[in-house]
């Protein structure tokens, strides 16, 4: 049984029950007793069932098993499968797939997220290319790039997503690139770096509220990503750019809107807004599955806040659906796309 098999039976068959809330807290009822969690009766509730409105998609087995062997051939790493992402089934079925560059082991431990983590392999100077050339055979239009963290660079990794959306650009012309990328520590020449390089889309995700950061984020900062958003658009004003927040950690309603805001004071143009779903046992327990209702109550707040688009939804994430920005606000790009080749 391949990875993605065993990952596409993982996410058919989610159900959790309450375990450690994450490493350097003695138990969860250290946790609960700090005001972090609720009474561990209720997590337990939570997370043992799903609501209804949470139905894992079902795939194509054959479209799926496609994408899974042209990044094997292509020896590179997907998001999708490393973070164990509900949505892998629907994306893959449709022939896409979010790109992870500098490999598949992060130098951070954050509570939410099923990436590997501890000491990275060295750079490879092939991968931006084979990104590039998977993309095309793939049929991209809009390239989504992510990573992991890579604190032990002394450029956090910044060089190696230049050096892929110039060779995205190269490869496929009018082509719609978006990173989504860490907070290279809000070092000003690494995101300069990035920036110069000219994607349509800097992504980075502030990820939750500011209360919850020592512990969903213990490694990041609320305000440091804040003030990478903020320094690509003084940067680039023409770059879009986008940030997602998950919910159904402990946020309140108020602490939701305040990071919205927060997000628009520092121009960001695209926001996600999506579900937290527990990835194992190991990581931060799900206290509320938030109704549909209260997504899209988001997404109409977001759009009078003067975001140009909102996602909000259970199954949301930042790159889950990309294309539909693009379609939004560069849909004469889109349409270029390819036109010179079958010309």
């Known amino acids: 049984m391949s990875n993605t098999q065993r990952l596409l039976t993982r996410i058919g068959a989610l159900r959790d029950n309450l375990q450690r809330v994450r490493e350097g807290l003695q138990d969860a009822d250290d946790a609960t007793r700090a005001g972090i969690i609720p009474p561990m009766a209720k997590i337990e509730l939570v997370n043992r069932k799903f609501p209804d409105w949470l139905k894992v998609r079902l795939p194509k087995p054959e479209k799926v098993q496609q ?81 992991v963290a890579r604190d032990d660079l002394p450029d956090e990794g910044a060089g190696q997503f230049a050096a892929t959306i110039r060779a995205l650009h190269a490869t496929i012309p009018n082509a719609i690139v978006e990173v989504l990328t860490p907070d290279f520590k809000a070092k000003r020449w690494c995101i300069r770096r990035v920036v110069d390089a000219e994607p349509e889309i800097f992504n980075h995700n502030i990820e939750t509220v500011a209360r919850l950061h020592p512990i969903v984020r213990p490694q990041a900062r609320y305000d440091r990503s804040l003030k990478v958003l903020e320094m690509v658009k003084q940067m680039n004003p023409a770059i879009y750019t986008k940030s997602g927040i998950m919910l159904g950690l402990g946020e309140t309603r108020e602490e939701v809107l305040q990071t919205m805001r927060d997000l628009r004071s520092v121009g960001v143009d695209a926001l996600t807004i999506g579900q937290y779903l527990r990835p194992t046992q190991r990581h931060l327990p799900v206290q509320e599955y938030i109704h549909p209702d209260q997504f ?8 009078e806040m003067g975001f140009l688009f909102v996602a909000s939804g259970p199954f949301i994430r930042s790159s889950y659906n990309a294309i539909a920005f693009s379609q939004r606000v560069m849909a004469e790009r889109l349409a270029k796309v390819g036109a010179a080749e079958s010309a």
């Open 296 to 303: 899209e109550e988001y997404r109409v707040l977001g759009e």
């Open 67 to 147: 994408v899974e062997q042209m990044m094997r051939e292509a020896r590179l790493h997907t998001v999708c499968e490393s973070a164990r992402c509900p949505n892998l089934p629907e994306c893959w079925s449709k022939g896409s797939a979010t790109f992870m560059i500098l490999g598949d082991i992060c130098t951070r431990h954050c509570g939410f997220c099923a990436i590997k983590t501890g000491k990275p392999l060295p750079l490879d100077p092939q991968e931006p290319q084979r990104v590039a050339e998977t993309a095309k055979r793939m049929g991209l239009k809009h390239i989504v790039v992510t990573s």
